[in-house]
């Protein structure tokens, strides 16, 4: 339906600023048939007057005026719906509008073809654009905060996006704030985290006498159980490549406290922080001996052949093996595990699937940024006002939501009576085809499932993983490497030619290959790289 990125990136915990003010609570009212927004709260002159930027949306005795029509203007990424379904709802979702706050929605696509330019010169060209999806992990959020090209929305918040503003918390707001200006609207309502695992056969683990596979020690005696017990079965069957880091990934969650974050570079990860409690100190685990005793024990398993020994140069579909049964493990985010459980039980019906969480021991795992999917207003939007209170009916009005997320009722989706979403009777997939791309609008307060038949296995995971969700600490910081491009060049080379060989134990003797690891890392600029991160972060938080 669409394509999407996700990297975990991190955020930071700062007070959001105190000029924000305070909102209680909001009523509508219905003026010259157009409702009128009544919020309870204080303003820019200390009564109940603000004229906002615009001036065509103003707040008059407590009440929002909106008796001037506006178009909103919105630009998402993505190809749009082909059948042009995306059209008619969007007419039915103006009734509502017009209706609600005398305004009309306008909905710009950015196709995903060369989306990174395209989407960066709508910014730099002075675009009117009013709602723009952004986010801090691949689409230069806080790069473009830095050149003016969002608005500060801290006193229009409480105004004119009363729900949003009252829903988020002072941390959540931090997250989204660059400079002392909140400049981003948050996805905090929609509950998503990404913590890695390998997915392995669960049937097979009763089978030799492992309860769970929970464990490096737990996951040796699976893998030593397969060799002996399977025939025609690699316990890992894959192929490396230079971003091979999974068992380095496992590593790092199950023997240490480190945490990947601000300063980090590419897959193989060299740099990390000391650990969550410790976040803005910048360390290598590289250098810690017990990475030592890691490249040691790699060596061990891929010396007894826990995958193929020309692991480095095999070209192999994991998920396919692991499907078919000639693979009993296969890595992946917890995202893509919840499919899994049909996948497998179509492939096999006998089959159990487990998990092997690296996160379970720690029982904490760094969140996705709330600015992960994002949305802003443009510094040259001319109906900043309308468009906040658009966004807060996207995310919190119940018919709203219902439309932008899914559709026409009876043409895209039916409520069963079960209370789940399911398609009609009429769908017709080249013409009904519906999606909305400002994906920060998310609620799961407001969702209505579709029907899954592994929903109690997914359920069981989320009630195992969401205890360990932990807000991102480092936000809006962002580690300046202009001047160091040579250095994160070079650092990432050493990593991507080393890192994968040693966790593979195809680097030769460990102690060497980790000698010559640290020493290319060395040569690098390791050391003064993460010295200017600590720099950098020490200048962030005012040190």
């Known amino acids: 339906m669409k394509t999407k990125r996700f990297i975990s990136v991190l955020l930071v915990i700062v007070m959001v600023s105190m000029t924000l003010v305070g909102c209680s609570k909001t009523k509508e009212t219905n003026s010259g048939g157009t409702k009128t927004e009544v919020t309870e709260g204080t303003n820019e002159d ?144 929609k509950w998503q985290l990404s913590t890695p695992l390998f997915a392995y056969r669960q049937d097979w683990a009763k089978e030799f006498g492992i309860e769970k596979v929970d464990s490096m020690d737990t996951l040796e005696q699976y893998c030593k159980a397969i060799l002996a017990n399977k025939k025609g079965v690699i316990p890992y069957n894959v192929g490396g490549s230079a971003s091979s880091n999974e068992f380095y990934a496992m590593w790092l969650r199950q023997n240490t406290d480190y945490v990947l974050g601000a300063g980090s570079i590419g897959m193989s990860a060299p740099v990390a922080t000391k650990s969550l409690d410790d976040c803005w100190t910048s360390v290598s685990p590289v250098f810690d001996d017990k990475f030592l005793d890691f490249a040691v024990k790699m060596k061990e398993w891929g010396d007894a052949g826990f995958w193929a020994q020309d692991v480095m140069s095999a070209t192999v579909d994991t998920k396919a093996a692991f499907l078919s049964g000639t ?134 995971v989320n009630a195992l993983i969401k205890p360990w969700t932990r807000l991102n600490p480092w936000g809006s910081f962002i580690v300046d490497t202009v001047d160091w491009n040579a250095q994160v060049t070079a650092i990432n080379e050493a990593g991507t030619t080393w890192l994968p060989a040693i966790q593979f134990g195809k680097a030769g003797d460990p102690v060497e290959a980790v000698n010559k690891y640290r020493a290319a890392l060395k040569n690098a600029g390791i050391d003064e790289y993460m010295e200017e991160v600590v720099r950098q972060m020490n200048t962030y938080n005012g040190k």
């Not at 209706?99 to 009309?104: D, K, L, Q, S």
């Not at 710009?108 to 675009?127: C, D, I, P, R």
């Not at 608005?151 to 931090?174: G, I, R, V």
């Open 46 to 189: 200390g009564g109940t007057n603000y004229n906002g930027p615009s001036g065509n949306t103003p707040v008059v005795d407590g009440k929002i005026d909106t008796s001037k029509f506006v178009k909103v203007k919105m630009l998402v990424l993505g190809d749009a719906p082909a059948g042009g379904a995306d059209k008619k709802v969007l007419e039915e979702l103006n009734k509502v509008l017009k209706e609600r706050m005398n305004a009309e929605l306008e909905i710009q696509w950015v196709e995903w073809n060369n989306y990174a330019t395209k989407y960066q010169m709508e910014l730099v060209s002075g675009s009117d654009i009013d709602l723009i999806f952004t986010t801090s992990t691949w689409l230069n959020l806080w790069e473009n905060a830095d050149k003016d090209a969002f608005m500060d929305l801290t006193e229009m918040l409480p105004h004119f996006a009363p729900q949003l503003y009252a829903d988020t918390t002072a941390d959540e707001w931090a997250g989204c704030t660059y400079k002392g200006e909140i400049v981003a609207l948050p996805e905090h309502r």
């Open 327 to 460: 693979s009993g493990l296969y890595s992946m985010n917890v995202a893509n595990y919840y499919g899994l459980f049909k996948e497998l039980a179509d492939e096999d019906p006998n089959a159990e699937l487990g998990a092997f969480f690296f996160d379970e021991k720690r029982g904490t795992c760094v969140s996705d940024v709330v600015t992960q999917d994002a949305c802003s207003i443009t510094a040259n939007s001319k109906n900043p006002e309308r468009a906040l209170m658009m966004y807060d009916l996207f995310q919190y009005d119940e018919e709203v939501y219902r439309l932008t997320q899914y559709g026409i009722e009876g043409v895209q989706y039916v409520v069963t009576e079960d209370g789940f979403r399911d398609k009609p009777e009429s769908y017709n997939e080249e013409v009904d085809s519906y999606f909305w791309d400002m994906w920060s609008t998310r609620n799961d307060a407001l969702e209505i499932p579709e029907f899954n038949p592994y929903k109690t296995q997914i359920d069981e």
